[in-house]
Structure formats: C-alpha cells, structure tokens
T-cell receptor, first 117, second 112 residues
Framework: AQTVTQSQPEMSVQEAETVTLSCTYD???????LFWYKQPPSRQMILVIR??????QNATENRFSVNFQKAAKSFSLKISDSQLGDAAMYFC??????????????FGTGTLLAVQP | KAGVTQTPRYLIKTRGQQVTLSCSPI?????VSWYQQTPGQGLQFLFE???????NKGNFPGRFSGRQFSNSRSEMNVSTLELGDSALYLC???????????FGSGTRLTVV
C-alpha cells in the first residue's frame, strides 16, 4: 500500500521570502501522479501543482515549484515570494498511474504554513 | 464554469440518526470521490463513483454508502450516526483523475 509522509506539521515564512515544504512517499509502483493541494480556512482544497512521475522535469506553476526526486521518493514544494494569501494547510497527495479501482488520492497529514507580514 | 457544489455546508445531527450529503460535480466530470477529514485521522478516502457505478471503496463500515445519478450528481449517506462521524466531508470531481481533482467546500457534520 502507498503512504505519504509530511514531517513538518507547521512552518512559518516571512512575506516575500521562500519556503520549502517536504513530502516523502512510499510506493512499489513505477508510474504515478503527485499533487500538492492547499486548504485555506475556507476549507476548499485547491490544486497547487501536479507532477507526473514519468516526467523528470520538475513542475512549475508561477511562484510554486517542486523538487521531485523519484529515486529518493521525495516531492517537496517550494513557494517563492511568499504572500499573505499563501497561508493555509498544504497537503501532499499520491495517485496511482492506473485509474479505475485505484482512482483515489492518498494524502499526507499536512503542513500548516503561516506567513508573517 | 461552475465548481463542485456540496450541500448543505453545515449539519448537526443526533446520534443514531442518518444523514444524506449531496455533491454536484463540474459539468463533464463523470468521476466523483468522497473523503472524510478529521483532526485525528486526516483525509481518508471513502468511495469513488464513475458513471453511476462504485469503482473504489475505502476502509469504512457499511453505514457509509453512496450513489451516483445519471447526471453525475452524487450523494453519500451515513446511517446510525456515531459521535466519531463528526467530520468535514469533501467531495471531489474529476474527468479521469490524472489531471487532478476539483474539490467542493465540504459539508461540516457534527454529531451530538
């Protein structure tokens, strides 16, 4: 069974600075998808970034980028130029490559990010 | 386009009662998944429906059930409510899942 681990329950960053959130996972599959979701106090989970394991290039979405290390099973999220609106709970999630009966997300426990003005 | 709509947003029920939650996915999305979020257990997968069929089920007791209608709208039902069922229930829709999932704002269920 796959597992996702986020070892940092809370992180803090100064506005305009850079912060990196860690995520490791365990799987015996060779192909899969990884996601970072943001959950602000409004409760709605918002997709931040997505990575396909068969692509070596790290995904980037504006100020958000990932460092995907497949051999190490590591998938960290870097937020550059942090803004007050980035304050939220961040979840790392895994999805098997093959859909059907495995079409589900496996989440980590989350990292609560605070942004200091 | 409209997002994923979950109703109601808040619900208070008494132990032993049953409850039905509703989820309307993004137009064109045929897959609807349900997740339970609690402070103690985190986010846990309940089940997934695709074209009115349950394709996948998490490790929850039979009191938790769901269904999907021909227009892809989904409902989940919890019977004989227990205090431990108090949670945020999130619905997510997707076209296939590989591109990611769009979540609703959830239903906060409190069992007293």
């Amino acid at each position: 069974a796959q597992t996702v681990t986020q070892s940092q329950p809370e992180m803090s960053v100064q506005e305009a600075e850079t912060v990196t959130l860690s995520c490791t996972y365990d799987t015996s599959e060779s192909d899969y998808y990884l996601f970072w979701y943001k959950q602000p106090p409004s409760r709605q989970m918002i997709l931040v970034i997505r990575q396909e394991a068969y692509k070596q290039q790290n995904a980037t979405e504006n100020r958000f980028s990932v460092n995907f290390q497949k051999a190490a099973k590591s998938f960290s999220l870097k937020i550059s130029d942090s803004q007050l609106g980035d304050a939220a709970m961040y979840f790392c999630a895994y999805r098997s490559f093959y859909g059907g009966a495995t079409n589900k997300l496996i989440f980590g426990t989350g990292t609560l990010l605070a942004v200091q003005p | 386009k409209a997002g994923v709509t979950q109703t109601p947003r808040y619900l208070i029920k008494t132990r032993g009662q049953q409850v039905t939650l509703s989820c309307s996915p993004i137009s064109g999305h045929r897959s609807v998944s349900w997740y339970q979020q609690t402070p103690g257990q985190g986010l846990q997968f309940l089940f997934e429906y695709f074209s009115e069929t349950q394709r996948n089920k998490g490790n929850f007791p039979g009191r938790f059930s769901g269904r999907q209608f021909s227009n892809s709208r989904s409902e989940m039902n919890v019977s004989t409510l227990e205090l431990g069922d108090s949670a945020l229930y999130l619905c997510a829709s997707s076209f296939g899942g590989k591109e990611g999932y769009t979540f609703g704002s959830g239903t906060r269920l409190t069992v007293v």
